[in-house]
């Protein structure tokens, strides 16, 4: 997605911690503008030396450095490192699960490292092309034997896993003869490097391992395992920088998800190429991640407790709204608005923090 050089679309990107003014990000947007006309292009192909399994570790090499506003198209790995492929049985995926405790069972490729990031900059990162591999799968893992894991873990002890034919031509799969799903692909993980100040587990296994890597399982201000299904192609996503060079993974490659991701996985799936811009942003600011789509704008919220996710994402789209200069409101008429217009989902309820993202729709802003 281009950003408009006009006033009213500089504005959009103006967050409730940045306090820019409008010419400000006017300049930050026509800069932008500049970087995608001159910017390079770069392919990073997915092998063991540039994926990682489940963890992720600020002190491992870059696979790739580049300038902000360069292009990069990132190939990605199914689960357990490209391992759970059609005829992988239920019992093969527990072992490939239990082989890796405490890391997440995503292949995530990276880390990217972008010149000029630096700890307290914001990540812009463009998802400008997603293009996929032709397999997929859901699983359940057994119920009797994780007994946390999925929303209805007790009501299925026994695992179970489909797998799915994709049709990059129609953009459909089918899930059994009668009917038919649209595939509409996203990164179920897209991060930036760890924050190190990233609190202590409330509930499951250990964030960091003996070697001081941070599990790939839970959401947090870095994005991480976010599940957000709005970030398909031509969505933006705006990220904290904790990490010298941001640092970018992406992996747990979605080809379609159903809010809540309720059995733990959503159509699963791998890429060709997901084709990202990242752009490093001094003049932004903020606390956790959001995104805009053509039409939304989207904030997010983590935590083990589902209300205090919500109430994040909802403080975060109060803030936005009343820091914003297209129409200005007070902090009162922001949290109204909100409340009549706002659309908060359940973005998954299956990664030990729970995620809420709260949409804002472009249009009700009338004054171009």
């Not at 903020?286 to 083990?304: C, H, K, L, N, Q």
């Amino acid at each position: 997605m281009r950003i408009s050089h006009n006033a009213f679309a500089a504005a959009l990107l103006i967050s409730a911690a940045s306090l820019c003014t409008v010419a400000r990000a006017q300049n930050a947007s026509e800069k932008t503008a500049a970087q995608k006309s001159t910017g390079k292009h770069y392919v990073l192909p997915a092998n063991k030396d540039t994926v990682q399994w489940g963890w992720y570790d600020p002190t491992e090499k870059p696979k790739l450095v580049v300038n902000s506003g360069d292009t990069v198209s990132i190939e990605t790995w199914l689960h357990g490192m490209d391992e759970i492929r059609p005829g992988v049985i239920v019992d093969e995926i527990v072992k490939l699960r239990l082989a890796n405790d405490g890391g997440g069972p995503h292949s995530v490729t990276g880390p990217i490292y972008v010149n000029g990031a630096e700890p307290g900059d914001t990540m812009e990162i463009h998802i400008t092309k997603i293009v996929m591999k032709d397999t997929g799968f859901n699983f359940n893992l057994p119920g009797k034997q994780f007994p946390t894991v999925g929303l209805l873990a007790s009501e299925f002890p026994e695992g179970h896993v489909k797998y799915f034919k994709l049709d990059a031509a129609t953009m459909t799969t089918q899930f059994k003869p009668g009917i038919v799903l649209p595939l509409k692909p996203f990164p179920g993980t897209i991060a930036v490097g760890p924050d190190p100040n990233e609190p202590k587990e409330k509930a499951g296994p250990p964030i960091h391992d003996a070697k001081g890597r941070t599990s790939t399982l839970r959401p947090w201000k870095n994005g991480s395992n976010m599940d957000v299904n709005e970030l398909q192609a031509g969505s933006i996503l705006y990220v904290p920088v904790f990490q010298k060079g941001g640092l970018i993974w992406t992996g747990d490659s979605h080809c379609l998800q159903g809010n809540g991701e309720v059995n733990l996985t959503a159509l699963e799936c791998s890429y060709k190429a997901i084709e990202i811009q990242p752009i490093v942003r001094k003049d932004l600011h903020i606390e956790w991640p959001r995104a805009e789509t053509s039409t939304y704008w989207v904030f997010m919220g983590f935590d083990e407790d589902l209300n205090e996710a919500m109430k994040i994402a909802v403080r975060e789209t109060v803030n936005f709204l009343a820091d914003q200069k297209m129409v200005p409101m007070s902090r009162e008429e922001a949290y109204s608005l909100t409340s009549i217009i706002g659309d908060c989902r359940v973005s998954q309820v299956v990664d030990i923090r729970k995620g809420v993202h709260c949409m804002i729709p472009k249009s009700i802003f009338t004054k171009k």
